[in-house]
């Protein structure tokens, strides 16, 4: 059954039913939060189209992990900013913790939005709707360095996590919105500042030609409209934020 088309349940703190999630990942969607405008809510969809993580086929199911996205966001997060604090806010949502949603369990985290008060758009957006690449070197560059000299470690570096925010003098700032966390079996680089900053630096080297490529094959609209997540683009750019 679809999340959102389940019989109503008013007995939570939060009810989003009611409000079109602003964004559909593979895993979760994404709504504003209806307290405050300037937050989101993540919830794992529970839907049959969801996108489920590979599983070693060996291990009997009754011992294969859970993976719970929200768990795994909120646990690498705080681990960032408890190691180099407000700063991470920089590049990186804060996050407020769990709650209680008519959908499931949520997670609250900053919501990224443009100045004239619109949600920030993907690069994987804006790139297939024009904008060049060169665009958004500068705030590439100024991501990049922020990431390894933090050594902020991170799964594949994505253009539909990056969310791009249009600042008041034109400029671009980048956020990364999922996909932190090392994936590695051991993970060595948790421990190693020096082979934490060697393997972020290559996933960010290994970003910027994926994101030309991107612009010479942008993703067509009709791909959108039939993926089961939205290949990264909002699905509406919420209220003016007050």
């Keep these: ?48 189209r969801r996108t489920v993580r590979s599983q070693t086929h060996w291990i009997p199911q009754r011992w294969r992990r859970v993976y719970d996205n929200n768990a795994h966001e909120q646990r690498e997060l705080a681990t960032v900013f408890k190691r180099i604090g407000p700063n991470a806010s920089q590049c990186l949502p804060r996050c407020y913790g769990p709650i209680e949603t008519d959908l499931g369990p949520g997670l609250v985290l900053d919501l990224i939005r443009d100045h004239d ?3 920030s758009r993907s690069l994987r957006e804006l790139v297939s ?24 470690l991170s799964r594949a570096i994505l253009d539909h996590n990056l969310a791009a925010q249009h600042r008041q003098d034109g400029s671009w700032h980048l956020f990364l919105i999922d996909g932190l966390g090392d994936p590695a079996w051991l993970p060595f680089a948790r421990f190693s500042r020096h082979l934490a900053q060697a393997k972020i630096k290559r996933k960010l080297e290994a970003f910027w030609p994926r994101l030309e490529r991107l612009a010479d094959e942008p993703v067509a609209p009709e791909t959108v409209a039939n993926s089961n997540w939205g290949q990264g683009f909002l699905d509406h750019r919420g209220d003016q934020a007050p």
């Design 129 to 152: 709707i024009g904008y060049a690449p060169t665009t958004f070197r500068a705030a590439f560059e100024t991501f990049a360095e922020f990431m390894v000299e933090n050594s902020i």
């Design 1 to 48: 059954m679809d999340i959102l088309n389940q019989p109503p349940n008013d007995s939570f703190e939060v009810i989003l039913r009611s409000h079109k999630p602003f964004g559909i990942g593979g895993r979760r969607l994404c709504f504003v939060d209806p307290r405050n405008d300037h937050r989101c809510i993540k919830v794992l969809r529970q839907d049959e």
């Design 117 to 119: 008060g619109k949600i």
